[in-house]
């Protein structure tokens, strides 16, 4: 593994999506960072196996650069078990397909996180409540 290749890649979400976890970003809210609501709609998108495509550049958001793997490289380690797993051993030669991969994974998560909990009047009881395996199985 070697943090430096996914360094110069950034990350994307979709600008609806984008706009809903940046309202629950931020100190006293459900998410310290937006890498934090990232995360938790690609581990979300992954357990319940969805994926969604990602829009069109004209319809994502930046919202962070690949410097956070800089300073959090158990993240590309997450990110590439996760790529071998769906994708073989041939996906690691590639760190833009595997975050392309887990991009894809955290478009789902976000989106149900979106509509699931975060537009609830408890935001952050609705995460908290839902983010059971019951309740991910379930739906």
Not at 45 to 66: T, Y
Request: charged residues 25%; hydrophobic residues 40%.
């Amino acid at each position: 593994m070697t943090v430096a290749r996914y360094a110069g890649i950034d990350l994307y979400m979709p600008e609806d999506t984008h706009r809903i976890i940046r309202n629950y970003t931020g100190q006293g809210k459900i998410f310290s960072r937006q890498i934090d609501g990232w995360w938790l709609g690609l581990c979300i998108g992954v357990r319940k196996r969805e994926r969604l495509p990602f829009p069109s550049d004209s319809q994502r958001v930046k919202f962070i650069d690949g410097s956070i793997f800089n300073s959090d490289p158990w993240r590309v380690t997450h990110l590439e078990l996760l790529a071998l797993s769906k994708e073989g051993a041939d996906v690691l030669g590639d760190p833009r397909r595997v975050v392309g991969l887990a991009m894809e994974y955290a478009n789902f998560g976000l989106e149900w996180l979106g509509n699931e909990c975060l537009l609830k009047t408890e935001p952050t009881l609705s995460v908290l409540n839902r983010l059971n395996l019951n309740a991910l199985e379930a739906g």
